[in-house]
């Protein structure tokens, strides 16, 4: 029973326009969000995160936005950019669990086009 | 500041072999999670040490996965003995409360190729 996914394993984007890349989740009890970006044969690495909170946090180019109602996540990227072509994973947690062990998606291979 | 180091990078065995991977977590992060990622699949948990003690190892499939962590410094996984099911990627992750204490920082991952 997978409580987080990925349901796009790959997405195409020319290079300056917008990615989205969406996440669903199941479990009402995670109230912790986060994105990480992975290269091949490296470990995957923090982008974002979001509390439940919130609904929306922006760090540069990335923006995620959390709709609790819908459990339903989504990143953003804008502009996108050839370096930005990785593996995105959508992961989820519980911060009262006091393990705060994350709970991933699949993962969704966005390729930026020069 | 080193990041989370995992040793070997691969490591090839045969079924109803022993193997033995190691991670070397950021300096001074009290929190070392072990992490399996299979064909392609999600990442999953496997287990969360806080220091020398194990905190959840809810995730370990059986008992053939042995985790230990000497000292709250570095941490093994033994796999004994190994199965084909076993192979895919053992990404370490590390952390430190209470700063940051969401954001986990990977290692590179030790594929595991069991034939």
């Known amino acids: 029973d997978q409580q987080v996914k990925q349901n796009s394993p790959s997405l195409s984007v020319q290079e300056g326009r917008i990615s989205i890349l969406n996440c669903d989740y199941t479990?009402?009890?995670?109230?912790?969000f986060l994105w990480y970006k992975k290269y091949p044969a490296e470990g995957p690495t923090f982008l974002i995160s979001?509390?439940?909170?919130?609904d929306k946090n922006e760090d540069g180019r990335f923006t995620v936005f959390l709709n609790k109602s819908a459990k339903h996540l989504s990143l953003h990227i804008v502009p996108s950019q050839p370096g930005d072509s990785a593996v995105y994973f959508c992961?989820?947690?519980?911060?009262?669990?006091?393990?705060?062990?994350?709970?991933f998606g699949t993962g969704t291979r966005l390729k930026v086009l020069a | 500041e080193a990041g989370v180091t995992q040793f070997p990078s691969h490591s090839v065995i045969e079924k109803g072999q022993t193997v033995t991977l190691r991670c070397d977590p950021i300096?001074?992060?009290?929190?070392l999670y072990w992490y399996r990622r299979v064909m392609g699949k999600e990442i999953k948990f496997l287990l969360h040490?806080?220091?020398?003690?194990?905190?959840?190892e809810s995730g370990m499939p059986n008992n053939r996965f042995l985790a230990e962590r000497t000292g709250g410094t570095y941490s093994t996984l033994k796999v004994q003995p190994a199965e084909l099911e076993d192979s895919g990627v053992y990404f370490c992750?590390?952390?430190?409360?209470?700063?940051?204490?969401?954001?986990?920082?990977f290692g590179p991952g030790t594929r595991l190729t069991v034939t």
């Open positions: 479990n009402s009890m995670f109230d912790y």
């Open positions: 979001i509390s439940s909170i919130k």
């Open positions: 300096s001074g992060h009290d929190n």
């Open positions: 992961a989820a947690t519980r911060t009262t669990s006091g393990t705060y062990k994350y709970i």
């Open positions: 992750a590390s952390s430190q409360e209470p700063n940051r204490i969401y954001e986990q920082y």
């Open positions: 040490f806080v220091k020398e003690s194990k905190q959840d």
